[in-house]
T-cell receptor
Framework: GAVVSQHPSWVICKSGTSVKIECRSLDFQATTMFWYRQFPKQSLMLMATSNEGSKATYEQGVEKDKFLINHASLTLSTLTVTSAHPEDSSFYIC??????????????FGPGTRLTVL | DAKTTQPPSMDCAEGRAANLPCNHSTISGNEYVYWYRQIHSQGPQYIIHGLKNNETNEMASLIITEDRKSSTLILPHATLRDTAVYYCIAWATGTASKLTFGTGTRLQVTL
């Protein structure tokens, strides 16, 4: 199957600082990448969708100025949590999709990044 | 995308087949049935998907009823490493579609 990596796997930061998380599709080109967030004992919640070279589309309730997404190439997307606060502590997971329809349109997920804001 | 219903939890003895059911009675003709699983503290792992025919790969088999209102994921010989939350998702693939997760089934494989 296709491989998606994330870096870092975990990060601890102080309140008020910014944190960048990278997501890479290692063996395929991703036309679309997605960012999810998962709080303890809850399911994954989609935060935003990004297409290479265009602005991300954010889900309702997600602050676009706080969660900056850049999808500069077909293999790399970054999520920057700006001015992080303890309530932003969560498990952030990216996903990448290669195709646009039918059987090739499967999303593959990265291993996740655990963010802890002190 | 159609809503899916799964039992919240299931147990399975190691070495036995695990049969995970999913109801998707409002599924549309263009929606595939996708299965993912999430092992604790990891990202979801793609397992299998299908439209209307039964599918099999190295991980599992997917049985979809003829009316497509329900499906069953079969892990033929469950191991302890199969303990995870399994998500069944009815998803209309395409550029505007979003893969959204419900609460899934927590499968516990025991000795």
């Amino acid at each position: 199957g296709a491989v998606v990596s994330q870096h870092p796997s975990w990060v601890i930061c102080k309140s008020g600082t910014s944190v960048k998380i990278e997501c890479r599709s290692l063996d395929f080109q991703a036309t679309t990448m997605f960012w999810y967030r998962q709080f303890p004992k809850q399911s994954l919640m989609l935060m935003a969708t990004s297409n290479e070279g265009s602005k991300a589309t954010y889900e309702q309730g997600v602050e676009k100025d706080k969660f900056l997404i850049n999808h500069a190439s077909l293999t790399l997307s970054t999520l920057t949590v700006t001015s992080a606060h303890p309530e932003d502590s969560s498990f952030y997971i990216c996903s990448a999709r290669a195709g646009t329809s039918g059987r090739t349109d499967t999303q593959y997920f990265g291993p996740g990044t655990r963010l802890t804001v002190l | 995308d159609a809503k899916t219903t799964q039992p919240p939890s299931m147990d399975c003895a190691e070495g036995r087949a695990a049969n995970l059911p999913c109801n998707h009675s409002t599924i549309s003709g263009n929606e595939y049935v996708y299965w993912y699983r999430q092992i604790h503290s990891q990202g979801p792992q793609y397992i299998i998907h299908g439209l209307k025919n039964n599918e099999t790969n190295e991980m599992a088999s997917l049985i979809i009823t003829e009316d497509r209102k329900s499906s069953t994921l079969i892990l033929p010989h469950a191991t302890l490493r199969d303990t995870a939350v399994y998500y069944c998702i009815a998803w209309a693939t395409g550029t505007a579609s979003k893969l959204t997760f419900g609460t899934g089934t927590r499968l516990q494989v025991t000795l």
